[in-house]
């Protein structure tokens, strides 16, 4: 095999337990210089495009390369990682023994190759998971049942909405699990693979093979089960598996939209297993859970994030599906301006990220209206909250609009400094800051501006 072949299939198989953003910002520009034989191993130099990426790379990542270079190659090989355009010295050979056996490395192989076959992404663990009032009760209980799966709550049901962390959580177990012992038999799919996989199976005449891959698994994960909902034949397989896996003492979790009872065309019999386990609900995560989630995932991406910029992205972007994407680029920019995160690179990338999301439509939404509103709901003058007066009962409105224009509508600063008689955008940046920081202290200032929000669309 050439060079580039190995390292395609690499990839392949590292991209299985990782996100598409942070895949695509350690590996998409990482290459492969060269595979040299040396006596009894092969050296392996990978380039990165800058000692950021490098060092994060031999870190994070450099333990599973090896595996799967290994493993590929049925060679033992040393990894040596490199920035592109570095001139490589030679480093003296590894020292000790070749093929010492080392436990606890074994183990770690094990584990990579467990984690890859099980498609489980590595960085859904329980460690970077935050809890709070919205997921504590779910997350309890995956831990009850990842210290003893099969044993209380059989089948686990978690439901909830977009991004509420379901399948984060469920792999979680299974991480857990692995660690423990990284032969166990587990298996994670979505409702949907499992479908494709059934029908495909009876097509073939070959449901045997798919029996004996379902049914004897010590942790069986199916993700949004909602999808086998009106397909009969595939629920009634599930129904067999169900039933087997749990005589012989295997774990089931399941994760849905929504709970058993709301799930429409889901036969009766599975509707009552499922309700015969435990059943717990994830909502939606609020300001501060989203903020430490932030946090939590540009530490796994090996950046330390200021607190005011994580606030500052909770607060505007609802959906944390969007927040690694967020992050990846704003390391991207780092890396590009090679500058530190600060919050005025935070606030340029947002609105990429927020513009279809907020609460009600921005093409439709005039600042002209938005700054009247404000004006009306606090008794003010429209003149008087455009104008330059520094009264109290005036500036606070006028930092409302401030804010309502730059969040609702993705006004540039300059753009909203103009409609305000020209005012510095340093001055419209202070507004914005000043209201966000009301917004998370006070309950009355997050009130009002929800009612103003309520009485604009
Ligand atoms: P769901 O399956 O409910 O749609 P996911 O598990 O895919 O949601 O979560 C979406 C993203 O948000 C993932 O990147 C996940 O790691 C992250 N996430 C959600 N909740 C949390 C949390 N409480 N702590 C850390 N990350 C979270
Ligand atoms: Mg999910």
């Known amino acids: 095999m050439d060079k580039d072949k190995i390292w395609q299939s690499v990839l392949a198989q590292v991209q299985l337990t990782l996100s598409r953003a942070i895949f695509s910002i350690w590996f998409s520009k990482t290459v492969i210089k060269s595979i040299k034989a040396s006596g009894n191993k092969q050296i392996v130099e990978i380039g990165a495009q800058n000692s950021f990426i490098r060092e994060k790379l031999e870190k994070k990542y450099g333990d599973q390369l090896k595996e799967l270079f290994d493993s590929l190659t049925e060679k033992e090989n040393e990894l040596r990682f490199v920035v592109w355009q570095e001139i490589k010295e030679e480093k003296p ?92 038999a587990i298996l994670y799919c979505t409702g949907e693979d499992f479908t494709n996989e059934i029908i495909e199976a009876i097509r073939a005449r070959n449901t045997s093979f798919f029996k004996k891959k379902y049914r004897y698994v010590k942790l069986l994960m199916i993700d949004d089960i909602q999808f086998i909902a009106g397909k009969e034949a595939v629920q009634k397989e599930f129904f067999h598996t169900f039933n087997t896996l749990k ?67 909770a607060q505007r972007v609802k959906s944390t599906r969007k927040l690694e994407g967020i992050l990846t680029r704003i390391i991207s920019e780092k890396m590009l301006r090679k500058k530190e995160i600060n919050i005025e690179m935070v606030n340029s990338i947002i609105p990429e990220f927020s513009s279809s999301e907020n609460s009600f439509s921005k093409r439709t939404l005039r600042p002209d209206k938005i700054i009247k509103f404000v004006a009306d709901f606090y008794g003010i003058k429209h003149a008087e909250i455009k104008g330059k007066r520094r009264l109290k009962q005036i500036v606070f409105p006028r930092q409302i609009a401030i804010y309502l224009l730059r969040n609702e509508v993705n006004l540039a600063y300059q753009e ?36 103003i929000k309520r009485g604009l669309i």
Do not use: C, W
């Open 416 to 451: 909203i400094g103009r409609i305000f008689g020209g005012k510095d955008h340093t001055t419209i940046m202070h507004s914005e800051k000043k209201i966000i920081k009301l917004i998370e202290e006070s309950d009355q200032v997050r009130g009002e501006i929800e009612n």
């Open 247 to 313: 005589q012989f003492g295997g774990q089931i979790i399941l994760t849905s939209d929504k709970m058993p009872e709301e799930i429409d065309g889901l036969e009766n019999r599975l509707r009552s297993r499922f309700e015969g386990g435990l059943t717990i609900d994830i909502q939606e995560p609020n300001f501060e859970l989203r903020s430490a989630i932030l946090l939590i995932k540009a530490k796994q991406m090996g950046e330390n994030l200021p607190i005011e910029a994580a606030k500052l992205i």
């Open 93 to 184: 050979e590894a020292k000790g023994p070749l093929f010492s056996f080392d436990p606890q490395k074994q183990h770690q192989s094990f584990f990579f190759k467990a984690l890859t076959k099980a498609r489980i992404n590595q960085d859904y663990t329980f460690q970077n998971f935050a809890v709070a009032s919205t997921n504590e009760m779910a997350f309890a209980a995956v831990s009850a049942v990842s210290k003893k799966p099969g044993e209380n709550y059989n089948p686990l049901f978690i439901y909830g909405g977009v991004g509420v962390g379901k399948t984060h959580l469920m792999q979680a177990v299974g991480v857990e699990m692995l660690k423990k012992n990284p032969q166990a």
